[in-house]
Protein backbone atom coordinates (compact mmCIF):
# COMPACT_ATOMS: atom_id res chain seq x y z
CA UNK A 1 0.00 0.00 0.00
CA UNK A 2 1.71 3.20 -0.88
CA UNK A 3 1.84 5.77 1.83
CA UNK A 4 0.98 9.21 1.71
CA UNK A 5 2.61 11.63 4.80
CA UNK A 6 1.90 15.25 5.69
CA UNK A 7 4.62 16.82 7.99
CA UNK A 8 4.44 19.48 10.31
CA UNK A 9 5.05 22.97 8.22
CA UNK A 10 8.46 24.38 9.36
CA UNK A 11 8.38 28.14 8.52
CA UNK A 12 7.06 30.29 11.32
CA UNK A 13 4.62 32.42 9.81
CA UNK A 14 2.74 29.29 8.14
CA UNK A 15 -0.59 28.43 9.93
CA UNK A 16 -1.99 25.57 7.25
CA UNK A 17 -1.62 21.85 6.60
CA UNK A 18 -1.67 20.07 3.74
CA UNK A 19 -4.34 17.84 4.91
CA UNK A 20 -7.40 18.45 6.53
CA UNK A 21 -9.16 15.31 8.59
CA UNK A 22 -12.04 15.23 5.73
CA UNK A 23 -9.27 14.66 3.27
CA UNK A 24 -7.22 12.51 4.97
CA UNK A 25 -10.80 9.93 5.36
CA UNK A 26 -10.89 10.81 1.46
CA UNK A 27 -7.08 9.68 0.46
CA UNK A 28 -7.60 6.77 2.53
CA UNK A 29 -10.28 5.52 0.40
CA UNK A 30 -8.32 5.78 -2.51
CA UNK A 31 -6.43 3.12 -1.14
CA UNK A 32 -3.63 5.22 0.57
CA UNK A 33 -2.31 4.58 4.23
CA UNK A 34 -2.15 8.40 5.63
CA UNK A 35 0.50 9.67 7.73
CA UNK A 36 0.45 13.11 9.61
CA UNK A 37 2.90 14.18 11.81
CA UNK A 38 1.82 14.74 15.07
CA UNK A 39 0.58 18.55 15.79
CA UNK A 40 0.49 19.37 11.96
CA UNK A 41 -3.01 20.50 12.33
CA UNK A 42 -2.94 22.41 15.30
CA UNK A 43 -2.67 25.92 14.20
CA UNK A 44 -5.70 25.48 11.88
CA UNK A 45 -7.60 24.03 14.65
CA UNK A 46 -7.14 20.33 13.81
CA UNK A 47 -6.43 17.77 16.62
CA UNK A 48 -4.48 14.77 15.92
CA UNK A 49 -7.66 12.92 17.05
CA UNK A 50 -9.22 14.08 14.28
CA UNK A 51 -6.69 12.42 11.59
CA UNK A 52 -6.90 9.51 14.00
CA UNK A 53 -10.32 9.14 13.94
CA UNK A 54 -10.29 9.61 10.01
CA UNK A 55 -8.11 6.88 9.72
CA UNK A 56 -5.04 8.37 9.78
CA UNK A 57 -1.70 7.77 11.41
CA UNK A 58 0.16 10.23 13.85
CA UNK A 59 4.12 10.18 13.20
CA UNK A 60 5.83 12.18 16.08
CA UNK A 61 8.70 13.55 14.27
CA UNK A 62 9.52 14.61 10.08
CA UNK A 63 12.68 11.62 9.85
CA UNK A 64 10.03 8.90 10.20
CA UNK A 65 7.25 10.13 7.71
CA UNK A 66 9.67 11.32 5.58
CA UNK A 67 11.46 7.70 5.33
CA UNK A 68 8.22 6.08 4.50
CA UNK A 69 6.13 8.17 2.47
CA UNK A 70 5.62 7.91 -1.18
CA UNK A 71 3.73 11.17 -1.63
CA UNK A 72 3.88 13.95 0.32
CA UNK A 73 1.92 16.67 0.72
CA UNK A 74 3.29 19.87 2.45
CA UNK A 75 2.35 24.07 2.25
CA UNK A 76 5.29 25.50 1.55
CA UNK A 77 8.46 24.55 -0.21
CA UNK A 78 11.15 22.33 2.00
CA UNK A 79 14.21 23.46 2.91
CA UNK A 80 17.37 21.48 1.10
CA UNK A 81 17.76 19.85 4.93
CA UNK A 82 14.14 18.57 5.12
CA UNK A 83 14.71 16.80 1.89
CA UNK A 84 17.86 14.31 3.41
CA UNK A 85 15.40 11.75 4.24
CA UNK A 86 13.08 11.72 1.41
CA UNK A 87 13.56 8.41 -0.66
CA UNK A 88 14.21 8.45 -4.77
CA UNK A 89 11.53 8.14 -6.18
CA UNK A 90 8.87 10.09 -3.75
CA UNK A 91 6.16 12.47 -5.10
CA UNK A 92 6.17 15.69 -3.59
CA UNK A 93 3.62 18.42 -4.11
CA UNK A 94 3.69 21.81 -2.68
CA UNK A 95 4.28 25.26 -3.28
CA UNK A 96 7.26 25.86 -4.66
CA UNK A 97 8.35 29.31 -5.79
CA UNK A 98 9.90 27.23 -9.08
CA UNK A 99 10.91 31.30 -10.98
CA UNK A 100 13.10 31.89 -7.74
CA UNK A 101 14.22 28.45 -6.73
CA UNK A 102 17.00 27.27 -8.95
CA UNK A 103 19.09 25.43 -6.38
CA UNK A 104 15.91 23.46 -4.74
CA UNK A 105 15.06 22.58 -8.49
CA UNK A 106 18.62 21.03 -9.17
CA UNK A 107 18.46 19.69 -5.78
CA UNK A 108 15.26 17.57 -6.10
CA UNK A 109 16.28 16.80 -9.21
CA UNK A 110 19.39 15.18 -8.35
CA UNK A 111 17.77 13.20 -5.74
CA UNK A 112 15.27 11.77 -7.98
CA UNK A 113 11.90 13.41 -6.12
CA UNK A 114 8.72 14.21 -8.63
CA UNK A 115 8.42 17.50 -8.05
CA UNK A 116 4.51 19.14 -8.16
CA UNK A 117 4.40 22.77 -8.27
CA UNK A 118 1.11 24.04 -7.24
CA UNK A 119 1.66 27.37 -8.64
CA UNK A 120 2.42 25.68 -12.09
CA UNK A 121 -0.99 23.95 -11.88
CA UNK A 122 -2.87 25.40 -15.20
CA UNK A 123 -5.66 28.13 -15.14
CA UNK A 124 -7.84 26.19 -17.03
CA UNK A 125 -11.75 24.80 -16.40
CA UNK A 126 -10.17 21.05 -15.84
CA UNK A 127 -8.05 22.09 -13.33
CA UNK A 128 -9.83 24.63 -10.92
CA UNK A 129 -10.60 22.11 -8.57
CA UNK A 130 -7.30 21.77 -7.62
CA UNK A 131 -6.23 25.44 -8.62
CA UNK A 132 -4.61 26.01 -4.66
CA UNK A 133 -3.10 30.13 -5.78
CA UNK A 134 -7.26 30.88 -6.76
CA UNK A 135 -8.25 29.08 -3.13
CA UNK A 136 -5.45 30.70 -1.25
CA UNK A 137 -6.13 34.05 -2.94
CA UNK A 138 -9.61 34.14 -2.86
CA UNK A 139 -9.27 33.65 1.18
CA UNK A 140 -6.73 36.29 1.02
CA UNK A 141 -9.00 39.00 -0.59
CA UNK A 142 -11.56 38.23 1.91
CA UNK A 143 -8.62 38.75 4.74
CA UNK A 144 -7.60 41.68 3.37
CA UNK A 145 -10.68 43.18 3.77
CA UNK A 146 -11.64 42.00 7.50
CA UNK A 147 -7.95 43.38 8.36
CA UNK A 148 -8.99 46.44 7.03
CA UNK A 149 -11.97 46.63 8.81
CA UNK A 150 -10.79 46.09 12.40
CA UNK A 151 -8.39 48.44 11.72
CA UNK A 152 -10.11 51.56 10.81
CA UNK A 153 -11.75 54.03 12.78
CA UNK A 154 -14.69 54.57 11.03
CA UNK A 155 -17.85 51.63 10.03
CA UNK A 156 -18.19 50.39 6.56
CA UNK A 157 -21.76 50.66 5.76
CA UNK A 158 -24.28 53.83 5.32
CA UNK A 159 -25.84 54.48 8.72
CA UNK A 160 -28.77 56.94 8.95
CA UNK A 161 -29.63 57.35 12.68
CA UNK A 162 -31.68 59.63 14.36
CA UNK A 163 -28.27 61.31 16.21
CA UNK A 164 -26.96 62.07 12.31
CA UNK A 165 -25.94 59.79 9.26
CA UNK A 166 -22.90 58.09 8.65
CA UNK A 167 -21.62 58.13 4.98
CA UNK A 168 -20.29 54.39 3.98
CA UNK A 169 -16.47 53.94 3.84
CA UNK A 170 -14.99 54.08 0.10
CA UNK A 171 -12.60 51.22 -0.45
CA UNK A 172 -10.57 51.08 -3.69
CA UNK A 173 -9.27 48.20 -4.89
CA UNK A 174 -6.27 47.78 -7.48
CA UNK A 175 -5.75 44.37 -9.40
CA UNK A 176 -8.85 42.42 -9.71
CA UNK A 177 -7.79 38.46 -10.32
CA UNK A 178 -9.15 36.22 -8.00
CA UNK A 179 -8.10 37.89 -4.60
CA UNK A 180 -9.44 41.20 -5.73
CA UNK A 181 -12.50 39.99 -6.98
CA UNK A 182 -13.03 38.43 -3.07
CA UNK A 183 -11.82 41.84 -1.45
CA UNK A 184 -15.01 44.01 -3.84
CA UNK A 185 -17.41 41.11 -2.73
CA UNK A 186 -16.32 41.44 1.04
CA UNK A 187 -16.33 44.78 0.87
CA UNK A 188 -19.33 45.59 -0.51
CA UNK A 189 -21.38 42.88 1.27
CA UNK A 190 -20.23 45.09 4.78
CA UNK A 191 -21.60 48.35 3.03
CA UNK A 192 -18.42 49.96 1.47
CA UNK A 193 -18.66 52.38 -1.45
CA UNK A 194 -15.94 50.20 -3.57
CA UNK A 195 -14.00 51.23 -6.72
CA UNK A 196 -11.71 48.93 -8.52
CA UNK A 197 -9.16 48.90 -11.32
CA UNK A 198 -7.01 46.39 -13.33
CA UNK A 199 -4.77 46.63 -16.52
CA UNK A 200 -6.39 43.88 -18.21
CA UNK A 201 -10.05 45.71 -19.92
CA UNK A 202 -11.65 42.29 -19.62
CA UNK A 203 -11.91 43.02 -15.71
CA UNK A 204 -14.24 45.83 -16.23
CA UNK A 205 -17.77 43.73 -16.85
CA UNK A 206 -16.94 41.49 -13.30
CA UNK A 207 -16.04 44.69 -11.01
CA UNK A 208 -19.49 46.24 -12.53
CA UNK A 209 -21.24 42.68 -12.00
CA UNK A 210 -20.00 42.72 -8.12
CA UNK A 211 -21.81 46.30 -7.73
CA UNK A 212 -18.24 48.15 -7.89
CA UNK A 213 -17.32 51.19 -10.13
CA UNK A 214 -14.54 50.63 -12.29
CA UNK A 215 -11.78 53.46 -12.77
CA UNK A 216 -10.68 53.98 -16.45
CA UNK A 217 -7.36 54.56 -17.10
CA UNK A 218 -6.36 54.57 -20.81
CA UNK A 219 -3.11 53.33 -21.17
CA UNK A 220 -2.83 52.24 -24.49
CA UNK A 221 -2.40 48.74 -25.51
CA UNK A 222 -2.44 46.33 -22.65
CA UNK A 223 -3.55 42.74 -22.02
CA UNK A 224 -3.24 39.21 -20.99
CA UNK A 225 -1.63 36.05 -21.55
CA UNK A 226 -2.95 32.88 -22.37
CA UNK A 227 -3.38 31.85 -19.55
CA UNK A 228 -5.23 35.14 -17.78
CA UNK A 229 -2.36 37.04 -16.31
CA UNK A 230 -1.41 40.41 -16.73
CA UNK A 231 1.20 41.73 -19.08
CA UNK A 232 4.11 44.38 -17.97
CA UNK A 233 3.20 47.71 -18.07
CA UNK A 234 6.09 50.11 -19.85
CA UNK A 235 7.63 52.62 -17.30
CA UNK A 236 5.10 55.49 -19.32
CA UNK A 237 1.99 53.19 -18.74
CA UNK A 238 2.82 53.11 -14.54
CA UNK A 239 3.06 56.48 -14.55
CA UNK A 240 0.29 57.41 -16.41
CA UNK A 241 -1.78 55.06 -14.12
CA UNK A 242 0.36 56.19 -11.08
CA UNK A 243 -1.09 59.37 -11.94
CA UNK A 244 -4.79 58.21 -11.84
CA UNK A 245 -4.25 55.59 -9.10
CA UNK A 246 -3.38 58.47 -7.05
CA UNK A 247 -6.76 60.68 -7.51
CA UNK A 248 -9.16 57.50 -6.82
CA UNK A 249 -6.62 56.88 -3.50
CA UNK A 250 -7.24 60.16 -2.03
CA UNK A 251 -10.75 59.77 -2.05
CA UNK A 252 -10.19 56.51 -0.28
CA UNK A 253 -10.80 55.32 3.47
CA UNK A 254 -8.88 51.81 2.66
CA UNK A 255 -6.56 50.60 -0.39
CA UNK A 256 -6.34 47.35 -1.00
CA UNK A 257 -3.45 46.47 -3.71
CA UNK A 258 -3.43 42.98 -5.18
CA UNK A 259 -1.42 43.71 -8.24
CA UNK A 260 0.49 40.55 -9.22
CA UNK A 261 2.65 39.25 -12.39
CA UNK A 262 3.22 35.89 -12.43
CA UNK A 263 6.55 34.69 -11.64
CA UNK A 264 7.80 37.82 -11.65
CA UNK A 265 8.28 40.71 -9.11
CA UNK A 266 5.47 42.56 -8.62
CA UNK A 267 4.60 46.46 -10.20
CA UNK A 268 5.45 48.62 -7.81
CA UNK A 269 2.41 50.98 -8.28
CA UNK A 270 1.64 53.58 -5.13
CA UNK A 271 4.78 56.19 -5.02
CA UNK A 272 5.35 58.17 -2.06
CA UNK A 273 4.02 60.97 -4.21
CA UNK A 274 0.73 59.03 -3.77
CA UNK A 275 0.80 58.29 -0.84
CA UNK A 276 1.38 62.02 0.18
CA UNK A 277 -2.29 62.72 -1.38
CA UNK A 278 -4.08 60.16 0.94
CA UNK A 279 -6.12 60.90 3.65
CA UNK A 280 -4.96 61.07 7.50
CA UNK A 281 -5.46 57.35 9.19
CA UNK A 282 -6.63 56.03 5.68
CA UNK A 283 -5.54 52.16 5.76
CA UNK A 284 -3.38 50.63 2.61
CA UNK A 285 -3.03 46.88 2.67
CA UNK A 286 -0.55 45.50 0.22
CA UNK A 287 -1.07 41.72 -0.42
CA UNK A 288 1.86 41.82 -2.64
CA UNK A 289 4.11 42.99 -0.28
CA UNK A 290 5.83 39.27 -0.62
CA UNK A 291 6.67 39.31 -4.02
CA UNK A 292 8.20 42.88 -4.17
CA UNK A 293 5.37 44.89 -3.02
CA UNK A 294 3.11 46.85 -4.80
CA UNK A 295 3.34 50.23 -2.38
CA UNK A 296 6.67 52.12 -1.69
CA UNK A 297 8.00 51.39 2.07
CA UNK A 298 5.48 48.14 2.42
CA UNK A 299 6.70 45.65 4.46
CA UNK A 300 6.50 42.37 4.93
CA UNK A 301 4.72 41.37 8.07
CA UNK A 302 4.94 45.51 9.26
CA UNK A 303 2.48 47.93 9.68
CA UNK A 304 4.04 51.25 8.37
CA UNK A 305 2.58 54.90 9.61
CA UNK A 306 3.53 57.45 7.10
CA UNK A 307 4.06 61.00 7.71
CA UNK A 308 0.67 62.29 7.25
CA UNK A 309 -1.23 58.86 9.25
CA UNK A 310 -1.72 56.88 6.67
CA UNK A 311 -1.04 53.28 7.90
CA UNK A 312 0.54 50.81 5.57
CA UNK A 313 0.04 46.78 6.41
CA UNK A 314 1.94 44.34 4.84
CA UNK A 315 0.64 41.02 5.83
CA UNK A 316 2.62 38.01 6.05
CA UNK A 317 0.77 34.89 4.71
CA UNK A 318 -2.68 36.48 4.65
CA UNK A 319 -3.73 33.00 2.85
CA UNK A 320 -3.33 31.71 6.02
CA UNK A 321 -5.42 34.54 8.01
CA UNK A 322 -8.25 32.21 8.60
CA UNK A 323 -6.37 29.10 8.56
CA UNK A 324 -9.01 26.75 9.30
CA UNK A 325 -10.82 27.48 5.99
CA UNK A 326 -7.54 27.96 4.11
CA UNK A 327 -6.21 24.33 5.36
CA UNK A 328 -9.99 22.83 4.19
CA UNK A 329 -9.59 24.33 1.06
CA UNK A 330 -6.25 23.63 0.09
CA UNK A 331 -6.12 20.21 1.43
CA UNK A 332 -9.11 19.56 -0.95
CA UNK A 333 -7.11 20.86 -3.76
CA UNK A 334 -4.24 18.36 -3.07
CA UNK A 335 -6.65 15.40 -2.64
CA UNK A 336 -8.24 16.51 -6.19
CA UNK A 337 -4.84 16.44 -7.89
CA UNK A 338 -4.01 13.12 -6.58
CA UNK A 339 -7.67 11.49 -7.23
CA UNK A 340 -7.03 13.03 -10.98
CA UNK A 341 -4.15 11.10 -11.24
CA UNK A 342 -4.96 7.89 -9.39
CA UNK A 343 -5.13 4.41 -10.99
CA UNK A 344 -7.48 2.85 -9.21
CA UNK A 345 -5.97 -0.54 -10.18
CA UNK A 346 -2.65 0.03 -9.54
CA UNK A 347 -3.28 1.90 -6.30
CA UNK A 348 -0.83 4.46 -7.70
CA UNK A 349 -0.30 7.89 -8.89
CA UNK A 350 -0.36 7.22 -12.54
CA UNK A 351 2.19 9.86 -14.08
CA UNK A 352 0.05 10.63 -17.35
CA UNK A 353 2.46 13.16 -18.91
CA UNK A 354 0.42 13.73 -21.83
CA UNK A 355 -2.43 15.15 -19.79
CA UNK A 356 -1.77 19.46 -20.11
CA UNK A 357 -2.48 19.99 -15.87
CA UNK A 358 0.54 17.27 -15.23
CA UNK A 359 2.94 18.66 -17.83
CA UNK A 360 2.29 21.76 -16.59
CA UNK A 361 2.70 21.37 -12.94
CA UNK A 362 5.36 18.32 -13.10
CA UNK A 363 8.99 20.27 -12.73
CA UNK A 364 11.41 17.24 -11.83
CA UNK A 365 11.24 13.20 -12.11
CA UNK A 366 13.62 10.67 -13.33
CA UNK A 367 16.15 12.65 -11.73
CA UNK A 368 15.59 15.27 -14.33
CA UNK A 369 13.81 18.62 -14.80
CA UNK A 370 11.37 18.19 -16.72
CA UNK A 371 9.10 21.45 -16.84
CA UNK A 372 9.94 22.66 -20.41
CA UNK A 373 10.21 26.46 -18.33
CA UNK A 374 12.64 25.06 -16.24
CA UNK A 375 14.72 22.90 -18.59
CA UNK A 376 18.60 23.91 -19.01
CA UNK A 377 18.34 27.00 -16.93
P1 LIG B 1 -2.45 37.67 -10.09
O1 LIG B 1 -2.45 37.31 -8.64
O2 LIG B 1 -1.30 37.26 -10.94
O3 LIG B 1 -2.63 39.26 -10.24
C1 LIG B 1 -3.70 39.94 -9.61
C2 LIG B 1 -4.28 40.98 -10.55
O4 LIG B 1 -3.36 42.07 -10.68
C3 LIG B 1 -4.54 40.50 -11.97
O5 LIG B 1 -5.90 40.66 -12.26
C4 LIG B 1 -3.64 41.38 -12.82
O6 LIG B 1 -4.23 41.69 -14.07
C5 LIG B 1 -3.50 42.60 -11.96
N1 LIG B 1 -2.35 43.49 -12.29
C6 LIG B 1 -1.09 43.17 -12.68
N2 LIG B 1 -0.35 44.29 -12.87
C7 LIG B 1 -1.16 45.35 -12.59
C8 LIG B 1 -0.99 46.77 -12.57
N3 LIG B 1 0.17 47.33 -12.91
N4 LIG B 1 -2.05 47.52 -12.21
C9 LIG B 1 -3.24 46.98 -11.88
N5 LIG B 1 -3.46 45.65 -11.87
C10 LIG B 1 -2.44 44.84 -12.22
O7 LIG B 1 -3.79 37.14 -10.77
P2 LIG B 1 -4.71 35.90 -10.38
O8 LIG B 1 -5.66 36.28 -9.33
O9 LIG B 1 -3.83 34.73 -10.15
O10 LIG B 1 -5.54 35.72 -11.72
C11 LIG B 1 -4.91 35.72 -12.99
C12 LIG B 1 -5.88 35.43 -14.07
O11 LIG B 1 -6.20 34.06 -14.09
C13 LIG B 1 -7.20 36.15 -13.96
O12 LIG B 1 -7.62 36.43 -15.28
C14 LIG B 1 -8.11 35.12 -13.40
O13 LIG B 1 -9.47 35.36 -13.68
C15 LIG B 1 -7.59 33.93 -14.14
N6 LIG B 1 -7.94 32.68 -13.47
C16 LIG B 1 -8.54 31.71 -14.21
C17 LIG B 1 -8.88 30.51 -13.60
C18 LIG B 1 -9.54 29.43 -14.37
O14 LIG B 1 -9.93 29.63 -15.48
N7 LIG B 1 -9.64 28.25 -13.81
C19 LIG B 1 -8.58 30.30 -12.27
C20 LIG B 1 -7.95 31.31 -11.56
C21 LIG B 1 -7.64 32.50 -12.17
Known amino acids: MKRLFAPLETHPAET ?45 DAASGYA ?23 LHISFLDPFNEKALIDDLAQRNIAAVSLEMIPRSTLAQKM ?13 AV ?45 GARVEAFDTRPVVEEQVKSLGAKFVKVDLGEMG ?16 KQRLEMAKACARADVVITTAKLFGRKAPLILNNEVLKQMLPGSILVDLAVESGGNVEGSKVGEEVVTDNGVRILGPE ?4 YYPKD ?23 FNYNTEDEILSGCLITKDGQIVHERFKGE
Do not use: C
Open 224 to 239: QTDQGYAKELTPEQLE
Open 326 to 348: ATLMLASNFYNLIEHFWDAEAKD
Open 68 to 90: QADIITRVRKPEASELEGVRPGT
Open 146 to 190: TMAADRMRKILPMMMTPSGTISPARFFIIGVGVAGLQAIATAKRL
Open 317 to 320: NLEG
Open 16 to 60: RAAIAPTTAKKLKDLGLEVLVQKGAGLKSDYTDAEYIEAGAQIVD
Open 131 to 143: DALSSQANLAGYA
